[in-house]
C-alpha cells in the first residue's frame, strides 16, 4: 500500500451519505463470481484494495469493521473517561456530523513549532507509541517520516495551529 497524503480522508468510516465526488475508482476488474479464487486473466490476483484505491463506500465499511473496533480499546486503556464516547468524532470532529468525513479533523489543533513528543506529558506518548504505528499498519503505510515528509503522522488528524 501507498503513502498517505495529508489532505486524504482519513478515517471516512462512519456517515450515512456518499458524497458525490467519486475520485476514487474501484481498481479490481476481477470477473470471478466468487471473491476467493481468481480464474480469469486480469492481474488483481483478487487482492484487497488499498486505502489509497478504496471508494468512499469501501473506506467506510473498512472504518467500521476495522479501524474503530482495533483503535476504540486502545484508546479507552489510555483514557476510559476521556473517550467512553470513542466513535467517528473522536478524529473527525464536525466532518462525522455531516458525513464528509474530511482529514485533518477539527479535533484538538497541534502548534507545528511546539509539538508534543513520545516524553511529553498527557497523551503525546500516546499517539506517538500507539495510535501512530497502529494506524499506520491499518492504512497499509509507515508512520510519517520527517526526511521524506510521508506516512500517517500527527497531522493527518490533527490540524496545523496558526
Known amino acids: 500500500m501507498t503513502s498517505i497524503l495529508l489532505s486524504i480522508t482519513l478515517l471516512a468510516g462512519c456517515g450515512e451519505d456518499e458524497p458525490t465526488d467519486d475520485s476514487v475508482v474501484e481498481t ?8 476467493d479464487t481468481d480464474t480469469d ?3 488483481d490476483a483478487d487482492t484487497d484494495p488499498t486505502w489509497d484505491t478504496m471508494t468512499f463506500t469501501q473506506r467506510k465499511a473498512y472504518m467500521q469493521s476495522t479501524v474503530v473496533p482495533t483503535m476504540k480499546p486502545l484508546f479507552q486503556a489510555e483514557d476510559a473517561e476521556r473517550f467512553s464516547d470513542f466513535g467517528c468524532a473522536t478524529c473527525h470532529g464536525s466532518g462525522a456530523a455531516d458525513g464528509g468525513f474530511s482529514m485533518p479533523g477539527d479535533v484538538h489543533e497541534l502548534d507545528p ?3 508534543p513528543g513520545p516524553d511529553s506529558p498527557g497523551l503525546g506518548p ?5 495510535v501512530v504505528p497502529e494506524m499506520s499498519t491499518l492504512l497499509g503505510t509507515t508512520p510519517y517520516d520527517p526526511q521524506t515528509n510521508t506516512g500517517f503522522g500527527c497531522f493527518n488528524c490533527h490540524s496545523a495551529a496558526e
Not at 479490481?28 to 471473491?35: F, G, M, R, V, W
Request: net charge negative; hydrophobic share 20%; proline share 0%.
Open 28 to 35: 479490481d476488474t476481477d470477473t470471478d463470481a466468487d471473491t
Open 41 to 43: 486473466t486480469d492481474t
Open 113 to 115: 513549532s511546539d509539538m
Open 126 to 130: 500516546f499517539m506517538y507509541e500507539t
